[in-house]
DNA sequence: TTGAAAGCGCTAACAT
DNA sequence: ATGTTAGCGCTTTCAA
C-alpha cells in the first residue's frame, strides 16, 4: 500500500490541504465539524505526515547532537553512559532524536549534520577544546557542555561542582581520623585539576593542615596509570593511611593495586573516590565516593538545549554532589 | 551570512544545478573542467548541502532506529551498552545515524518516527513480542532483531548460541569434579529457558547424570530474584557445590547471597555465569562465564541492516561464545 | 472558514 | 556535457 499523503487525506476528507495540516498541527483556522471529519479520516488511515518534509518546510531537523569526546563516548565510558540514558530519556518526552556522533580529525572539527542543518542543538559531552566552541559558535546552533569541568563565561554548561566534592571527600577522611592523605587527581583537564586541587588544600587548611607536596601532585589518567601511582605510593612503609581518588574509576585501579600488594582495603589503606559510577558498588569493598545524580543530568541538559533552542536565555549551572558512604573507608585512632 | 544552497553554488561557478548535483554526489555527466571548477567553489564557501531535502526527495532518512526493551536494570543495560557502542561505532562509518527508541505503550506500539518515514531501517534490540513483529512487517521497514533469544523463521535475528554457552558451562563445571549442580534460568524468554534448559540437561545427561527437577527448575528474572532463589538453595546443609547461571546478573545476586551468608567462592560453592558483563572481571572473585565480543555484535547488526536496506537477502545468524576462565569455580576431588 | 498556490533545497528525468 | 524543469510532502501566505 502507497504511503499517505497530506494531499490524500484532503481529497478522502473533501478539503484542502490547508485544513489536513491546520488539524495535524493543531492550528486555528477550521471550524470544528471540518476538524473532526478531518481528524476521523487520520485516525481510520492510520495518517502520519512525513517528517522530511515537515523539516525541509519547517528548517527545522528535530535532532539534538549528542557530541562525545573522542576517547570516552557515552558507550565506553560508565558515567556519560548513565547521562546519556537521562539525555534519550528526556529527548523522546520532548519529540527531538538524539544523535551520538564525535567531533572529527582529532576533534577539532564538527561532524557534517550539524553544517547541513541536521542538528537544531548540541550537547556536548566532557571538556571541548576552544577551536571546537569557537566552530560551534559560528555555525549559531545553540549548543551546551555537560560535565566540561570548566566555567567558561561565553559556554552555558552544566557541571559538578567537583571543588566541593573533593572538599567534603576530604573532611570526610579527616572526620575520620586520617591525616595521612594522597590525592590522586586527573590532569588531562587543567580545570578539573585546578578544582580538585583546591578542594583538596582548602579542606586540609580548615584541620590545620598544609599536606606536602608530594602527597597531592599526583596525576593520573586512567585506570591503569592510577594504579601505577598507587603502586608508588603504597609500596613503601610509610604508606599514606587513606587515598582521595578524583574519578572513581581511578579508584579502582588503586584498589586493584593494594589488593596486588595484600594491603586489606580499609583495613589498611582507606580509599575514596569521586562519581560513583555503577561498577563502585559492586567492586569489593564497596567504595565509598561522592556521586550525583547523572541521570538527572541528562535530563537538565536535554531541556536546557530545547530552551536554547526557542530562543530562551540560559544560565550555566553547578550541580550539588553528594556523600555516599560505603565500605572502602575506615575511621582511625 | 545567509545558509548556501545548490543554486547559489550554481550561480557563482556558472553552471547548473545539476552540474553541482553531480559534483557532490560524485557522479558521471559533468565534465572534468566543470567539476573542478564546482568543487573548488564548494570548498571555498564551505558548503553542505541541506539533508533535508535530499531525505525528502531520495525518501531515505539515512537513520536507523534502535529500539531497546528497557532503559531500566542497569545490568541488562551494560549487556546491551557494549551492543550499542558497536552499532554507533558502524554506523558513522556508514553514515547513517542510530536514533535510540523504545515501544511506547507497554511495548507493543512502534514509535512515530517509523510511520513518518524517519528511519531506513530498525534493530530491535533483546526480545521482541509477536505483535511487535507483526507492526514492523507492516510498515515494511527492514528490521532484524539481536539477542532475541529466540528462533523465529521469519525474522532475521543476531542470537548468541545460548544452548551451546549452557552446555559448555555444565561440561565446564563437570569437568571440574562437580555433580551437584543447580542452574538459575531466567524464564521472561521463553525460548531462552528452553535453550539453556536443554543446554544443561544435555551435558549432565553426556556425564551420565540426570539431574532433579529441582536443581533446574529454579527461575529468576533480575540480580534480587536470583538471590532470593540462591538463599533457599545455598542456606541449606546439602546444598549444590556449584550453581550455573544463565545470566551474568543472576550470578551477581548470587555470589551477594553466598556473601551474606558467610560462604565463600569458589571454596564452599562454585558460581559460573553467561554474557561476561562489565561488572563480571570486577566483581570478587572475578566471574568466570561464558562470554561473546558484544562490541562485533553490534557492528554486525549495523552491516547486517543495511544489507536490508539494500534490499539483499540477509540469513539469521547464531554466534559462538566462549568460555572466560576467571576466578569462581574451583575444582573438586 | 476555506482553498489555491508558492515555496523549502535538493535530485533526476528529459531536452538540448 | 549541460541546462531546464518537475517533483518530493509538507507549511503558510494570500485571495476568495
Known sequence: MKKLTVKDIAKIAGVSV??????????????DATRKRVQKIIDETDFKPSLSS????????FNI????????SPFEDLFYFEITRGIINQSMKCNYNVIISKPIMSQSELP????SGDADGIIFMQDISPALIEKAQATGV???????????????????DYKKATYDATSYLLQHGHTEICMIASNVVPDFYTQTLSGFTD???AHG??????FYNIAATNEASAYAEARKLLD??????????????FAIGVMRCAKDLHLKIPQDVSIIGIDDILLSRYIEPKLTTIGIDKVGMGTLAMDMIIQKIQGKTVESILLPMELIERDSVKTIQ
Open 18 to 31: 490547508t485544513a489536513v495540516s491546520f488539524v495535524l498541527n493543531n492550528k486555528p483556522g477550521v471550524s
Open 54 to 61: 515537515k523539516k525541509l518546510v519547517l528548517k527545522q531537523s
Open 65 to 72: 547532537c549528542l557530541m562525545m569526546n573522542a576517547f570516552s
Open 112 to 115: 557534517d549534520l550539524i553544517y
Open 142 to 160: 545553540p549548543f551546551l557542555v555537560v560535565d566540561s569541568h570548566a566555567n567558561n563565561e561565553n559556554v552555558t554548561s552544566i557541571n559538578p
Open 203 to 205: 579542606a586540609m587548611a
Open 209 to 214: 593542615i598544609c599536606p606536602h607536596p608530594a
Open 236 to 249: 613503601r612503609p610509610n604508606r599514606p593511611s587513606a587515598v582521595l581518588c578524583t574519578v572513581d574509576s
